[in-house]
């Protein structure tokens, strides 16, 4: 890796982190995340709340893996599939949130600034530390149902846990409010963009591999 590409993947590692943190501690001290009913739960269920969120978890799995690439822990399936995942979700991440996730406008300057950090920083400095600076050649045809094993286990577990606790995180899989047939119809078109962006990530990192052996051929 060239040192531009190690301080590029150190910046985004230090973004993820000091906007998590920064989010967690918010919500802690009972500020929204999107929902105003997030700030009348007890702070088990706010944090659990916030936790249950694509966003964040997406932002996790980025913050580890370019915490694996930093420490050259990148020969591994495991470091592929998470990789892979990061790199898929987080894209979903800021494309969900550019079209239909807009901050409320009751949102205070911090809140503000953590919803934009999560939601397009992140995404940006993923997304294009990956293009740029890689590494090349981790995505495998076998990685890439693993990927999806995350947002499927996520989507199951806030479908089924959503009428138990009254509450779903985002306003798209809101059954009570929308119905099983629109959240199923917009779940459908989230699981074609995932497959989209997989398809065109592996297709994507095998030109760049190409590209990179023959400029150093």
């Not at 944090?47 to 893996?65: D, M």
């Not at 020969?75 to 987080?90: D, E, H, N, P, Y």
């Not at 959503?162 to 917009?186: A, H, M, Q, R």
């Amino acid at each position: 890796m060239t040192r531009l590409g190690r301080w590029w993947h150190l910046l985004t590692f230090g973004v993820v982190v000091v906007a998590l943190v920064l989010q967690t501690v918010l919500v802690a001290s009972g500020q929204t995340v999107i929902d105003s009913p997030t700030t009348v739960a007890a702070l088990p269920e706010r944090l659990r709340r916030l936790f249950s969120y694509f966003t964040i978890q997406s932002n996790l799995l980025v913050g580890v893996a370019v915490l694996l690439v930093l420490l050259d822990r990148t020969r591994s399936q495991a470091f592929r599939v998470v990789r892979l995942a990061s790199l898929i979700g987080i894209t979903v991440t800021g494309i969900v949130a550019a079209v239909a996730l807009k901050p409320p406008a009751t949102y205070t300057a911090a809140n503000l600034l953590c919803d934009r950090l999560l939601h397009v920083v992140v995404p940006v400095l993923t997304v294009v530390g990956w293009v740029a600076f890689g590494p090349r050649g981790k995505v495998t045809r076998g990685d890439l149902l693993p990927s999806l094993a995350w947002p499927v286990l996520w989507l199951a577990a806030t479908l089924a846990l959503g009428p138990v606790v009254d509450w779903y995180p985002y306003p798209f899989v809101d059954v009570g409010t929308i119905g099983y047939g629109s959240t199923l119809v917009n779940c459908a078109v989230i699981a074609a963009l995932f497959l989209g962006l997989a398809a065109v990530v592996l297709g994507l990192d095998r030109r760049l591999s190409r590209s990179r052996a023959t400029m150093s051929a």
